[in-house]
């Protein structure tokens, strides 16, 4: 040691200590990293799951919509209701002079006879009951007793919407269903046809025609105009009732039993034929004025539809479509959306079978407990009807069931309603006790929404425009 030179005290420190308590830049850099990987996939599920929640928002958001726009749509069909709200009230009765035999654009059209013995056609708003027009379509007939007129639109009473209605009046006096066997008729000198345009009440034609009738027929695109002459032979002539000319004409060739008696001899209108009713026998024309020897036996009270049984199974006739056979009775529908075109539906023991509607090719089958189905609901691809004990929903492509509805024990099911988010359906107090109610369901899970308790004494309703028109002593449509 050189002298001069100090001693010092030197602390010996090692190299992995004093990288611990001094970290240099490395190693600030490999401490950090670890924390920069655990955060990193921490942040990148958090956005993922952001991602997936905003995706089912905005996929919720459009299948919302997207029902909102179907309740929408089937809500502005004819034969659907307005939102029932939470209770029925009734809104206005009919008069006993005036009975609507259709409805269209909110209005209700019906026949009203005034005191000076003309017939008028009279348009009521259906929410109200206020007059909208009147047109007269018979005129009084000097030395003859005040008579009304029928109007119906084109191919019959059922037609949705109408835009015309076709008024038939004569001086003919007739007993048709009458049980009295002293009920006289009188032949007819006069019978006039009156087409009325709906919208404002105009008078679109008006024909007195050279031979009176007894009864017509609206078919689509003619009037048929049944007629018994002196011998008891039956003829239909059919005329166009705008220009009045003679589209075609029928003489049966032989007298059919008890057509004298023209209380029971008469013409409707059933899937775009005429239908001639004599009280043994009952004749089909289609809508060329040819007899249809293959429905003698048909049964006319469908109205948009004709059946008749052949060989175990049932013709089907429909207006403008091909005829068609399935198994069991033919299902009538309230309200169709178009949602399945090409579909039928047929039921018979306990079986509903969906049918292909221009092939006849059956599509399914599925077991049910059903009757006759008076009313079924098509809507948005699915299948609504009233079974047995309640409501039934089935898919339309398949007929799996989709859901079903239990009324109380003893209700027979009404005829199926909607407003568009619902199924409505009336359960009537078997015991005769308490007060009918209507039913209401959630259209697509089935659910049980709410009962409606209708006014006292009410029951039996039927759609009257988007509302509903109720039973009693008096008629009263309810909202």
């Known amino acids: 040691m050189a002298s001069g030179e100090r001693l010092s005290f030197v602390e010996l420190v090692e190299d ?3 990288d611990a308590r001094t970290p240099d830049a490395r190693t600030r850099d490999a401490e950090a990293a670890p924390v920069r990987r655990w955060r990193r996939p921490a942040t990148l599920v958090g956005a993922v799951v952001a991602v997936v929640v905003l995706a089912l928002v905005v996929v919720q958001g459009v299948a919302d919509a997207r029902a909102r726009g179907v309740d929408a749509r089937v809500a502005a069909l004819p034969g659907a209701l307005a939102d029932v709200g939470d209770s029925l009230e009734p809104l206005w009765t009919p008069d006993d002079a005036w009975w609507p035999t259709a409805t269209s654009g909110g209005a209700a059209f019906g026949t009203t006879l005034a005191s000076d013995g003309t017939t008028a056609l009279v348009a009521r708003d259906v929410d109200t009951g206020e007059e909208r027009w009147s047109a007269t379509v018979a005129p009084a007939v000097p030395g003859a007793p005040p008579t009304d007129a029928r109007c119906v639109p084109p191919e019959g009473e059922g037609a949705p919407e109408p835009a015309t209605m076709v008024c038939f009046a004569t001086d003919a006096q007739s007993s048709t269903g009458s049980i009295d066997p002293d009920a006289a008729s009188r032949p007819g000198t006069w019978s006039r046809l009156t087409v009325v345009d709906l919208r404002d009440g105009t008078v679109v034609a008006a024909h007195d025609l050279a031979e009176p009738a007894l009864h017509a027929a609206v078919l689509r695109d003619v009037t048929a105009l049944l007629r018994v002459d002196a011998q008891g ?7 166009d009732p705008v220009s009045g000319e003679e589209a075609w004409r029928y003489r049966h060739p032989t007298v059919l039993p008890g057509a004298r008696d023209d209380r029971w001899s008469y013409v409707t209108e059933s899937a775009g034929h005429a239908v001639v ?12 004025g040819r007899l249809r020897e293959d429905l003698r036996d048909a049964q006319t009270w469908a109205g948009p539809f004709l059946q008749a049984s052949r060989d175990g199974r049932t ?10 056979e399935v198994l069991g009775d033919f299902a009538a529908r309230q309200l169709d959306d178009g949602s399945l075109p090409g579909l039928e539906v047929s039921s018979t023991g306990g079986q509903v079978y969906g049918w292909d509607a221009d092939t006849g090719e059956q599509r399914w089958q599925v077991q049910l407990d059903v009757g006759p189905i008076w009313s079924t609901l098509v809507v948005d691809g699915r299948v609504h009807l009233a079974t047995r004990t309640g409501v039934a929903a089935l898919s339309g492509r398949t007929g799996e069931l989709l859901w079903s509805y239990d009324l109380a024990p003893g209700s027979t099911p009404s005829q199926l309603l909607t407003d568009g988010p619902h199924v409505l359906v009336e359960q009537v107090d078997p015991r005769g006790v308490d007060g009918s109610v209507l039913v209401v369901l959630d259209r697509r899970t089935g659910a049980h929404v709410r009962d409606l308790s209708m006014p006292t004494g009410l029951q039996g309703v039927i759609p009257f425009g988007h509302r509903l028109l109720a039973f009693a002593a008096e008629a009263v449509v309810l909202g």
């Open 16 to 18: 992995d200590d004093h």
């Open 233 to 239: 032979y039956v003829e239909v002539t059919a005329v």
């Open 277 to 288: 009713q004599t009280p043994l026998q009952v004749l089909v024309l289609d809508p060329a």
């Open 315 to 324: 013709l089907v006739v429909r207006a403008g479509r091909p005829d068609l």
